[in-house]
């Protein structure tokens, strides 16, 4: 045996053995147990409704994935004009190829000794944005309420959507009252309320506000962010700097096309609407004064944008895994994933599931470290059913063992 | 296409997990992913005399026989080290095999004779319940090979496409137009696996419920006292679009039925694919879709796939496992009986 095959198989022994021994402890995990078979039924439940209500979805999930399908072979195309629209709207646009140069574009923006008060993004768990930034010397606040009990458990996401799925608000009280010190009681609202008190004074000393984005359109450099609790909308306005951080697959040509995608994306996510919807184009400005164009009126001064690769471009350019890139994150098919009924994000790295396990092997990993999660695939295909963009998770996984064992590389 | 040396893509040598290497072995060794031997397989078939050639070739790919070995081969791998089942299922494979190789006889000994029996008899009673409906068939006995089913689920591509043309070619010897499988996973190898490897047929191949419902005016109504519920196999469900022939065989035989939760092609998967990999949560899983199943308040679950069939049971108490049984034991027992 070669040395690197040695290397290689131990490498592979060890992430088997460590990984089985997750999944293990998640499936006895009560808190995993109790907590999943809710959401999944609240879910269910919720969908059902709302598709109901909203009959035209499923028709307009259609036109989404033709809108999805030639994004991504215009991705060049749509890259450059976007970054161009960024740069006509007074804002500024970085490309990065990889996740080092993300992280090295966003720190020379906010340099050391700031305060940045970040919104949810699933793109921030790939690269570790967080934990780069606190080792340049900055002070991170995750204001998605999920992220936060993450950020003080020092904890991963289970889900992309619900982070802290996995922790009730009995454990949610004891997180609070160790770090508030003083006595939180394990009651929902008055967790929130500690937060939104907390966060407040957060929002509007911080130096710069992140965020990523759920759909950019090209033509005019909007960017498209659906949330709920109303911290996005504060940390992209009151901060003076606002920088987005977002990946190139969540480009499509035009403003109505991503209207489109907007609308699919939160109601699969169980929403019949969601309570915001931010479009942003870039600084805030205002002519009032002798219509003079003066930038930095209530919101922020200077706006960045940095789209990142980072595995993409190799992922879209192969023909078995290019509409894995038409993802919209919406998250229906972890609830219909009886690994993750079970299992929650312990199936998955930073992406979790089929699909996560599929972006993990081009983003975050490469196929040999995501082959155990290779193997936790049931294949069964539920996630299709449920899936708007009905990607074929089972197929790609198929694909995935195959060039595994064929001794092929994706690093 | 690559043309320099530097675009080819990078290749490795990589070591599977054994469990996966164990599986692969026995099916290139021995036809079969528990290294069980053909005249095992074929045992149930001596009392029917089917002929070796014929149009509609018989073919069990020797799934149901090979569950109750199943079983015995992963409680040996994880009786090893009880403090960490999933570990040893990945690593203790190797103590199994010792200097010798494979012993199946040591691995098997505790299976019961009852059991072998049982699952036997569910290829027994699937011939005679097609012949019951007018079909003829024909059988390779002895030279019946697995289709590979493990082989392309697990991702050994390059040895399926070697291994199914040695399946093809007792395919072929039996002259039939028709290919009737049992179990799904089989159907959807052969339709569309061996294709995708260079291993080109013009066989119809068709599912055991298939047949069955092509013939459902000929099916008894029946005096079923209790009901049941389906358990739609992802396999059959999915690739093979089999969803509402099942039912239209129990409305043709009056047998009352109750629908699960997820159904059809929204079935819960049993979880029989991790079984080798992750036992512990696979059983878990299948927990899950008997509860699942059992809330519609029917008597008997009736699965239509041998890995559904064992893993479903797996999660049943030991004492309650008549709950449960294969749609070719229901049909048997109710229409030829």
Redesign the interface.
Known sequence: M?V??EN??KT??KE??E???E??RA?HDENIRKAISRAVKAYRETTEKTMKSYPHTPEMAAEVREIKRQSVEQREELVAQAMEAVENNKGKAFFAKDKHEALVIASEIIGTGKTIVKGKSMLGEEIHIREYLEEKGNTVWETDLGEFILQLKKDRPMHILSPAIHVPREKVAEIFTDFFEKEIEPDIAKEVAVVREFMREKYFTADVGMSSANVVAADTGAFVIIENEGNVRLCTAAPPIHIIIVGTEKLVPTFQDAMKVTEVTWRYAQYPVPAYVNIITGPSKTGDIEKVTTYGAHGPKEFYVIFVDNGRSDMEADDDFKQASHCLRCGGCMYEC??F???AGTFGETYLGGIGTIWNVFTSGGL?ATSPQL??C?????C??RCPMQIDVPNMI?E??????????IE | MATSPIDM?????????PV?ELIRGNIIKHGNPLALKGSEISAWAKELNLPKTGNLLFYTGGEYQLLPFIDSLVKTMTVMDSN????S???GVRNILGKTGFAPEKIYASVLAQDKERFNEVSLKAARILQSLGYDLCYSGEDELYSGALL???????DLASYGQKVMEVFKSSKAKTIVCLSPHAAEVIKFAYPKMGINHDLEVKTFVELVWEQRDKLPKVNFNKSVVIHDS?RLA??MGVTEELRDILNSMNVEFKEPL?KG?????C?G??KF??P??SQ??AG??VSELQSTGADLILTSCPYCLSALEGAIDKNNRDIIADFIEFLYKEIVE
């Open positions: 070669s690197q095959k290689r198989s592979m022994q088997f053995s990984y089985s021994k999944v293990d499936q009886p690994v009924q079970i299992t040999e193997y936790t049931l294949r069964c295909g539920r299709v059913e198929l995935l063992r195959k060039r595994l064992a064929a001794g092929e590389v | 893509p990078q290749k490795v040598e990589r070591k599977m997990p996966l960490s089942k999933g570990f299922m990945l690593m392309y689920e697990l991702g050994y591509w390059e992802c999915r690739e997820r092609t929204w079935t819960t998967c979880g694919p991790n990999m992750f512990e949560l878990t899983i899950g879709r």
